[in-house]
Nanobody, 125 residues
């Protein structure tokens, strides 16, 4: 059974940090471009950051550049999103997704094959 499971979300104060993890089972991540997506309350899901299969290329939304870092460990079939200096506008559900296509198609056009179920991040004092 193909499955994508996110974890690491929670409640954090502004300025705090969280590390999200996304573990794949039933398929090998090293064949896929992987992305993290954010859906704020009442808004559409949008790409936050994406990483190529061998980590040679990454992409970040302007709003998270310098604060978030995406990485992957293909041996562990896991992708991470380190989120620092969190802001209230980072609140929402974070999803990971996999694509066979290029970074742009995944991160900007949301063209994914697999989606996780999401993990909630709440940034509030």
């Amino acid at each position: 059974q193909l499955q994508f499971v996110e974890s690491g979300g929670g409640l954090v104060q502004p300025g705090g940090s969280l590390r999200l993890s996304c573990v794949a089972s039933g398929f090998s991540l090293d064949s896929y471009t992987i992305g993290w997506f954010h859906q704020a309350p009442g808004k559409e899901r949008a790409g936050v950051s994406c990483i190529s299969r061998m980590s040679s290329s990454t992409n970040y939304a302007h709003s998270v550049k310098g604060r978030f870092t995406i990485s992957r460990d293909n041996a562990k079939n896991t992708v991470y999103l380190q989120m620092n200096n969190l802001k209230p506008e980072d609140t929402g559900v974070y999803y990971c997704a996999a694509s066979k296509g290029p970074l742009f198609n995944l991160c900007v056009l949301n063209e994914a094959i697999y989606w996780g179920q999401g993990t909630q991040v709440t940034v509030s004092s």
